[in-house]
């Protein structure tokens, strides 16, 4: 815990994009699971950041990511599975709003 928190602070530092691991605080926190939260980090990590640099959850507000998502799933070729779990991903860290 400790160490991602510092590690957080050093990707923060150097200006890129911030994308937090998952723990078991953040599953319960959104009722998912853990597993779910990761895999959407790792798909999105390896499908949206070829043309742009890999997408933050603060970039936008959870209510916006399904609709955020849904526009770039055609570019990156990914299943109805991939796409609900980038969303949850990214929702769970956006802002609650
Ligand atoms: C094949 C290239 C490509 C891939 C793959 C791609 N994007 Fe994009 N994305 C773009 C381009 C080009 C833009 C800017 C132009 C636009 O908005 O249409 C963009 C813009 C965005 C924006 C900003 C839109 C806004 O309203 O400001 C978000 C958010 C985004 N992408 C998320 C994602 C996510 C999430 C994925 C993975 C599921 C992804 N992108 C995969 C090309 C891509």
Request: aromatic share 4%; with cysteine; proline share 5%.
């Amino acid at each position: 815990m400790i160490r991602a928190a510092a590690l957080l602070t050093l990707v923060a530092a150097c200006g890129r994009p911030w994308v937090p691991v998952a723990t078991e605080a953040d599953a319960a926190r959104t009722n998912t699971a853990l597993g779910d939260l990761q895999r959407g980090r790792e798909l999105l990590i390896g499908n949206c950041s070829g043309c742009h640099l890999t997408p933050s959850p603060r970039d936008h507000r959870a209510a916006d990511w399904p609709n955020e998502v849904a526009e770039m799933r055609e570019r990156s070729k990914l299943t109805a599975d991939e796409v609900a779990l980038i969303t949850q991903y990214l929702t769970a860290f956006a802002d609650q709003r």
